[in-house]
């Protein structure tokens, strides 16, 4: 009786019994249920255990062709329009400047395997070209033979590479998460892409 008088006094004085950190927990679940509910209904949530993937339908997309019509307008070499596989969607394009102040003409796709590629021209050095693609000092990793061409093979940014190759006179460097085969189908196509006419 004594303690039953003891909780009643406590009460009665305002003072509140605590409470155990599981009702606590059992008090924040459902606010957290229904935050991830609404999470995975709008589709911001989502589970990669394999890292990062891109989204195709989310990415936007760009006209390629006039991009690079647009950009050869602006640089003073000859600048190639690959042609791609049906799969492939340009969603980037853009003209970079190259530490030593020289030009690089860049196009990115996503490819039919949802990865992204980036193809930069530019008759920069290729230390200088490899160092603004990848943002790392250059460090050749070894070599392979792409469209009957030498490309260097350099580290890039995670675990992507950056390949390296010359076409009169312009460096062709291609890089992005791609398999070694969507590397290849670039390569194969840079090298045997027509020089785009200016858009003036």
């Known amino acids: 009786m004594r303690g039953v008088t003891q909780q009643r006094n406590q009460q009665a004085a305002g003072v509140r019994p605590t409470h155990p950190v599981r009702s606590m927990l059992f ?3 459902p606010l957290a249920l229904i935050v991830l509910g609404i999470a995975g209904i709008t589709g911001q949530c989502s589970f990669s255990p394999l890292g990062p993937s891109t989204e195709p339908g989310s990415a936007p997309t760009v ?12 640089v003073d070499f000859p600048v190639v329009e690959p042609r791609l596989p049906s799969g492939w969607r340009a969603n980037s394009a853009d003209v970079g400047s190259v530490e030593s102040g020289t030009q ?18 530019s008759p920069a050095a290729e230390a200088e070209l490899v160092a603004f693609e990848t943002g790392r000092t250059p460090r050749a990793q070894g070599v392979v033979r792409a469209a009957d061409t030498r490309w260097v093979v350099y580290d890039s940014v995670r675990t992507e590479k950056a390949w390296v190759a010359e076409r009169d006179g312009v460096r062709l460097l291609i890089t992005g998460s791609g398999t070694e085969q969507e590397f290849r189908i670039l390569a194969r196509s ?3 892409a027509p020089v785009v006419t200016p858009q003036r």
């Open 27 to 29: 008090t924040m679940l």
């Open 63 to 74: 006209d390629a062709s006039a991009e690079l019509r647009r950009a050869s307008a602006r």
């Open 104 to 121: 690089a003409v860049r196009v990115g796709w996503l490819t039919g395997g949802a990865h992204y590629m980036r193809l930069s021209q």
């Open 190 to 192: 840079a090298l045997s």
